[in-house]
């Protein structure tokens, strides 16, 4: 049976999935239900000394299903725990945390704190059973614009990650929007002593209710879904190709697939949010056994046999040209199969733009004359039944 447990930040961790900081881990029944569903860890709903002036907008999270657009969502979900809600939680869910051997993250908005604030409230957090300190920099939702931001960066996320670092015996990471993971903010980032990185992938979005001609929120909000998998999966490849530490990263996973193309990217833990506020705790359940399902099936026997494979060949200019040049042939010299064995006749590849493809006896057939080999078909038949490449590939 595959071992799933994995190090970050020289913390073990049962297995690398997370319930990240928000909805789903914003009281201690939320944080029980993600314990009770198997994370690795859970990240505390963010700690702020301006809580009481930003209360929770009621509704806050509109998922788009009604606009055509099933699980994304946009939202302004705010609402902050203030250090003394804090440390009240993190004691209550200590026990049950050291029973189900799950690591407790607190994560702190820094930029509101001064740095004694921010080093007092830390040293709390930490004595209150706190695993690691989360430092988000700054709240999502309360993100100014990006000049501001990326000022921020080169002023003061430097002097606070410091402050943390010198205020507790505990590893503490910034979180940090994907999109400012720029070469300068990575150095800034690793000189100040920060024991790992972490990013989250959400990007401005807005979706308009076509009865009213009006937008969902009236305002670009944050957007999250599925739909940032793949932003994500390529930023872990280059931060995990630039940087020199271990990697956190959360948006667009949905599925235990999802979770293994981010560890294959080169992320060591993987965050989940949207996907368990539209389908449940059980999403992390499944993810988990998925996981170790997987690992099973390929022979891994530890989540780091496959944490940065892929990383590598991501971006990697020699093997994209070489990519290229194999591609680059005549339309005659690649060949199109389908197995009649594997094939179910169950019509997907019927959508074919060129007409090439019907039905006939319950098995698909391909006219080669109207066949563009434009690979279409192959990447959507869900039994792997066709296949494409060089003649003499396709014909051994």
């Known amino acids: 049976m595959a071992d799933l447990r994995v190090k970050f930040a020289g913390v073990e961790f049962k297995n690398p999935i997370v319930a990240s ?83 407790l993250i607190a994560n702190i908005d820094v930029p509101p704190f001064t740095e004694d604030e921010l080093a007092g409230v830390a040293r709390r957090l930490e004595e209150a059973g706190a695993d690691m300190i989360e430092a988000t920099c ?28 010198r205020a507790v015996s505990i590893p503490v990471f910034p979180k940090m929007s994907s999109e400012f993971l720029t070469d300068e903010n990575i150095k800034i980032i690793e000189d100040s002593g920060a024991d790992a990185h972490c990013f989250w992938v959400g990007l401005p979005g807005t979706a308009v209710d076509v009865e009213t001609g009006r937008p969902v929120m009236p305002s ?49 833990l993987v965050g989940v949010q949207t996907a368990v506020m539209y389908r449940g705790y059980k999403v992390l359940v499944d993810m988990t056994r998925g996981l170790g399902s997987f690992m099973d099936s390929k022979g891994y026997r530890r989540v780091d046999d496959i944490i940065g494979i892929a990383a590598r060949h991501i971006e990697n200019s020699a093997e994209f040209e070489q990519f290229v040049s194999q591609k680059q042939v005549d ?32 098995l698909a057939r391909i006219d080669l004359e109207r066949c563009e080999r434009c690979g279409i078909c192959q990447s959507i038949c869900p039994v792997r039944a066709i296949a494409i490449g060089a003649i003499e590939e396709v014909r051994r």
């Open 138 to 165: 700054p709240c999502p939702i309360m993100m100014p614009s990006r000049e501001d931001v990326n000022a921020w960066y080169r002023e003061q996320v430097s002097r606070f990650l410091k402050a943390l670092k």
């Open 331 to 362: 339309r005659e010299a690649v060949m199109i199969t389908v197995d009649p064995v594997l094939c179910n006749g169950c019509g997907r590849c019927l959508t074919c733009c060129h007409g090439a493809i019907t039905m006939e006896e319950g």
């Open 21 to 103: 900081a928000g909805h789903i881990t914003h009281s201690p029944y939320t944080m029980k239900r993600c314990i009770e569903a198997g994370v690795g860890a859970i990240c505390t709903k963010s700690i702020s000394v301006d809580a009481e002036s930003w209360k929770r907008p009621h509704p806050a999270n509109w998922f788009l299903d009604k606009q055509g657009d099933p699980g994304s969502v946009l939202t302004c979900e705010v609402g902050f725990w203030p250090p003394e809600l804090a440390v009240q939680y993190i004691q209550e869910m200590r026990p049950l945390a050291d029973e189900e051997n799950v690591r």
């Open 220 to 268: 670009t909000s944050l957007y999250f879904g599925r739909a940032l998998k793949g932003l994500g999966c390529y930023m872990s490849s280059m931060l995990a190709i630039k940087g020199n530490l271990p990697i956190m990263s959360s948006g667009g996973i949905s599925t235990w697939r999802d979770a293994v193309e981010s560890l294959m990217c080169g992320t060591t």
